[in-house]
């Protein structure tokens, strides 16, 4: 398979925050085409300060027209292992050194602003959702992100109300405790 992709643009990542709070993700990466071979060595370059030489990762192999069992990466090779019972849009990438890294894998052919809300609702801190989650609450609330629009404009005039943070949450005070 020929690729079109260049070698020498940045992988398309957004991590979450290095912060207590512990999420099912990592984060996610926008890859600009499905040619696994060809996008690999960006991201492996991109992630390598953070989690170390990667040397495995897992997909389901649905979503990858072809499916190499390993991939050379600037001096060294990334073993892939391929489970149809992995989330088709989740890949675990396995680095020697520090553990595993949980990317959601945002469709290439997905539009910039359907993939700037999937990429910035898998690098929240402390997400608690999965990426079939992600993703299926990105196809629902996609058409009505106009609406949503609209109204983030509203309460941005709305007076800000003090919440206090409790885990990734952002809880109302009660009643009783409101000035």
């Known amino acids: 398979m020929t690729s079109?992709?260049?070698?020498?643009?940045?992988a398309r990542l957004a991590l979450t925050p290095k912060t207590s709070l512990a999420g099912l993700l990592d984060g996610a990466w926008w890859p600009y085409s499905r040619d696994l071979a060809a996008e690999l060595p960006s991201l492996v370059d991109a992630?390598?300060?953070?989690?170390?030489?990667?040397?495995r990762l897992t997909a389901n192999p649905a979503p990858w027209p072809t499916v190499p069992y390993a991939v050379?990466?600037?001096?060294?090779?990334?073993?892939?292992?391929?489970?149809?019972?992995?989330?088709?849009?989740?890949?675990?990438?396995?680095?020697?050194?520090?553990?595993?890294?949980?990317?959601?894998?945002?469709?290439?052919?997905?539009?910039?602003?359907?993939a700037a809300r999937l990429m910035a609702a898998a690098s929240a801190p402390g997400n608690v959702h999965d990426t079939e989650a992600v993703m299926s609450a990105?196809?629902?609330?996609?058409?009505?992100?106009?609406?949503?629009?609209?109204?983030?404009?509203?309460e941005a005039h709305w007076p800000k109300r003090a919440r206090p943070v409790v885990g990734a949450r952002m809880l109302p005070l009660?009643?009783?405790?409101r000035r």
Do not use: Y
């Open 72 to 114: 050379p990466v600037h001096g060294h090779t990334v073993h892939i292992g391929w489970f149809t019972e992995q989330a088709r849009d989740r890949m675990i990438l396995l680095s020697c050194s520090l553990g595993r890294c949980d990317l959601l894998v945002v469709p290439p052919e997905a539009g910039s602003a359907s």
């Open 138 to 154: 990105e196809s629902a609330d996609g058409h009505a992100s106009r609406e949503g629009a609209r109204a983030a404009d509203r």
């Open 4 to 10: 079109t992709t260049d070698p020498t643009r940045q």
């Open 47 to 55: 992630l390598e300060e953070r989690w170390g030489r990667i040397t």
């Open 174 to 177: 009660p009643r009783s405790m």
